[in-house]
């Protein structure tokens, strides 16, 4: 009796080591390819006014944030309506949220939101007319985000 109670401990403990061990691996893993990806800048252009094209541009952009790398989301154009702060919006339904709830969450995790200057002023809008975290930028400054180091580009 005695010999079956220390296999099953012995048993119990050598699974609870191995699922322990195999956590740590797996934070490991993880916390490597966050630091990989930190090293990354994924710059995502979105300037159509699909509400499917706008929401996968930010999904993607959500998904690079929440994995480590240097996220900026420019936007311009018609997809600008999806900024700002007021009008109801369709649900993307890939993610279950709002273009508006989408970029709010790309803020919120550490990623940039840059609107092209000259197409608020084209619509009479200003940074006020938008959620919190977006900034108007002029296109040196785009052009600067698209070249620097270690850049991916991506547009929707």
């Known amino acids: 009796m005695i010999k ?19 956590e740590e691996n797996n934070s490991s893993k993880n ?21 499917q094209v706008v929401g996968m541009g930010f999904g993607i952009a959500l998904s690079g944030v929440k994995q480590g790398a240097n996220v ?15 009008g ?5 339904f890939a993610k279950q949220k709002t273009p508006r709830e989408l970029a709010k969450n790309i803020i919120k995790e550490g990623g940039s939101i840059q609107l092209c200057s000259a197409n608020t002023e ?19 400054e785009i052009f600067a985000k698209v070249f620097e180091k ?7």
């Not at 109801?88 to 993307?92: A, G």
Request: aromatic residues 6%; glycine residues 2%; charged residues 20%.
């Open 72 to 86: 900026t989301v420019v936007v311009g154009a018609n997809a600008l309506k999806y900024l700002l702060r007021e």
């Open 31 to 51: 916390s490597m390819k966050k630091k990989k990806l930190s090293e990354k800048n994924l710059v995502v252009f979105v300037s159509n006014e699909n509400l």
């Open 150 to 156: 270690n850049s991916q580009v991506i547009s929707f």
């Open 88 to 92: 109801k919006q369709n649900v993307y």
């Open 4 to 22: 079956k109670i220390a296999v099953v401990l012995f048993l119990l403990i050598s699974t609870t080591l191995i699922a322990q061990n195999s």
């Open 122 to 140: 084209e619509m009479n809008l200003d940074e006020d007319d938008f959620i919190d975290g977006v900034k108007l930028v002029i296109s040196t």
